[in-house]
């Protein structure tokens, strides 16, 4: 094996770790657990070639993957979001190709599909649906975000002799809000769509959400009517690298598909060779802290998203936060912050999304340089403020 010098590298990668290091300080738009690091893969990942083309139920002919481990992992996610035993699943690319193989297996079941979700959906999920030429439904969503099911049943009663696919979302990309998918089943089965599929792209929130207490977890998971569900993995699970698992309820449409002789494994995903090190990463992550610290890192960080929720509100911003997220959102702030942090949600709200290794310092430091920028209050307010014992530093920016 030959090691590659740092004599011509060194320097640009030295320079890279510093630029990406400082500019993670400042990044709170773009979810992404810092919290953990893996230095226990580093032989594995710097040192094997490791390609899980294909199934990961079927070895193939080669045999440097990590297919072993990937069932395993799909298992260990089945497990959190209560997938029955016929559950089925691969390690993917993101969030985005977990939607794009729940869409593409609908559409191969059901040729005349209609795919439905929220104004508040990714955005991969109308993209993807233009890629699969498939008609596609915007259902309107509520001010917090939630997908409004009045709207969905009337879309849905319209075209009721049409096979649907809901895209519900487990934690929206702006407000974090969890769509209600016992909600969404019970529309379905009013309305006797049998021919349905229910994804639940839970990029954020799926296992942050799966592991509350029973009494307190939204309805969102296969006990709750999904047909699939998708997590991103270097979302709340911190693998750093970006990765995803999909998880079915039963074994989709494609995963009989004949095998490739060339490859010895059936050709089930959307890519041809397939990352075992992403599979080495969630695995290590989910079989070597296990739920109860996983349960502690992203209770820290709720905890930490309320305390600058507060803070925030405080100072006069109309910060708000949907139950259980790790996401603070408010109007859009003043543009002179924006050229230090990056905040940026939509057209309607910015936000900070506080995930495990965020750390108070940031949102401290991101509180007094917005409190900097707000207009002073007049001086006759700040008297009425006095005199009626509020706070008269509510200006707001
Ligand atoms: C709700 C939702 N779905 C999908 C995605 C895309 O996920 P990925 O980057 O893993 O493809 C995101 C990313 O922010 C998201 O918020």
Same mark, same amino acid.
């Given at each position: 094996m030959t090691l590659i010098p740092a004599r011509d590298t060194g320097p640009t990668l030295r320079d890279l770790l510093e630029k990406a290091s400082a500019g993670q300080r400042y990044n709170l738009a773009f979810p992404g657990a810092? #919290? =953990?690091?893996h230095q226990i893969l580093a032989e594995l990942m710097t040192t094997q070639l490791l390609n899980n083309v294909g199934s990961p139920y079927d070895g193939g002919h080669g045999h440097n993957h990590t297919k072993g481990l990937e069932v395993e992992v799909v298992d260990m996610v089945g497990d959190m979001m209560r997938a029955p035993a016929t559950r089925w699943g691969y390690v993917t690319g993101g969030s985005t190709e977990c939607t794009e193989h729940a869409l593409l297996n609908a559409r191969m079941q059901f040729p005349d599909l209609v795919v439905y979700s929220s104004a #508040? @959906? *990714?955005?991969s999920v109308a993209k993807i649906t233009r890629k699969l030429m498939l008609p596609f439904v915007t259902v309107a969503s509520t001010p917090t975000g939630q997908m409004d099911l009045t709207d969905l049943e009337g879309e849905l009663a319209r075209r009721r002799d049409r096979p649907a696919m809901i895209v519900a979302t487990a934690g929206t990309t702006v407000t974090e809000a969890v769509d209600d998918v016992a909600g969404i089943t019970a529309i379905c089965r009013r309305l006797a769509l049998t021919r349905r599929r229910i994804h639940v792209d839970a990029a954020l929130s799926g296992p942050p959400l799966a592991l509350l207490p029973e009494t307190v977890? +939204? @309805?969102? #998971?296969f006990t709750a009517g999904a047909t699939s569900i998708g997590i991103s993995g *270097?979302?709340? =699970?911190?693998? =750093?690298?970006p990765c995803g698992v999909i998880v079915y309820a039963e074994a989709p449409y494609a995963a009989a598909i004949a095998r490739v002789s060339y490859t010895g494994t059936r050709d089930v995903t959307i890519t041809g060779s397939r990352s075992g090190h992403t599979p080495l990463l969630l695995w290590s992550v989910l079989a070597g802290l296990g739920s109860d610290l996983h349960t502690n890192r992203f209770d820290a960080a709720r905890q930490l998203a309320e305390q600058a929720r507060a803070r925030l509100a405080d100072i006069g911003v109309d910060a708000q936060r949907n139950p259980h997220a790790f996401t603070v959102y408010f109007p +859009? /702030? +003043? /543009?002179?912050l924006l050229k230090k942090w990056t905040v940026t949600g939509d057209e309607r709200y910015s936000h900070i999304i506080v995930m495990p290794g965020t750390e108070a310092e940031q949102l401290d430091e991101l509180v007094t340089d917005w409190q900097l920028l707000m207009r002073p209050v007049p001086a006759p307010r700040r008297k009425l403020a006095r005199l009626l014992g509020t706070a008269a530093t509510k200006g707001g920016p």
């Open positions: 810092t #919290d =953990l690091t #508040d @959906a *990714h955005y977890r +939204p @309805a969102f #998971d *270097h979302k709340s =699970l911190g693998t =750093l690298m +859009p /702030p +003043p /543009p002179e």
